[in-house]
Nanobody, 119 residues
Framework: QVQLVESGGGLVQAGGSLRLSCAASGSIPRFNIMGWYRQAPGNQRELVAGITSSGTTNYADSTKGRFTISRDNAKNTVYLQMNSLKPEDTAVYYC?????????????WGQGTQVTVSS
C-alpha cells in the first residue's frame, strides 16, 4: 500500500504563490510518476502536472510557465510551486502516484488540499 499526504494549500490573493507538498510512504514503486490533479466544483478532475522518477515533467497548458513540479526521491515527496495564481486556479488539488508501467500495480490518490485564489 502507498499513502499520500498533501499539504500547503490555503488562501492566497491573485498573483500570489503557494507551494504544495505531497509525501508518499509505504510500498512505493521504484519507478513511478507523481502528479498533481485538481478539481473545482462542477468540473472534472484534471491533470495539472506530472513528474517521473528521473525528472521528466509535463504540464497542463493552463499552468505551464506559472507552475513548477519537482520531486525529492530521497524523501518520496513531490512539490508543486504555484506562482502568478489566478482565481481560476481555485480547486482541490490532489496528489497521485502511478507506477511508471501501469501493469506493475495500481495508482494511489491523496486526500486533497484546498487552494483558494481570491481576486
Amino acid at each position: 500500500q502507498v499513502q499520500l499526504v498533501e499539504s500547503g494549500g490555503g488562501l492566497v490573493q491573485a498573483g500570489g504563490s503557494l507551494r504544495l507538498s505531497c509525501a508518499a510512504s509505504g510500498s512505493i514503486p521504484r519507478f513511478n510518476i507523481m502528479g498533481w490533479y485538481r478539481q473545482a466544483p462542477g468540473n472534472q478532475r484534471e491533470l495539472v502536472a506530472g513528474i517521473t522518477s528521473s525528472g521528466t515533467t509535463n504540464y497542463a497548458d493552463s499552468t505551464k510557465g506559472r507552475f513548477t513540479i519537482s520531486r525529492d526521491n530521497a524523501k518520496n515527496t513531490v512539490y508543486l510551486q504555484m506562482n502568478s495564481l489566478k482565481p481560476e486556479d481555485t480547486a482541490v488539488y490532489y496528489c497521485k502516484l502511478d507506477p511508471a508501467v501501469a501493469r506493475l500495480g495500481p495508482g494511489y490518490w491523496g486526500q486533497g488540499t484546498q487552494v483558494t485564489v481570491s481576486s
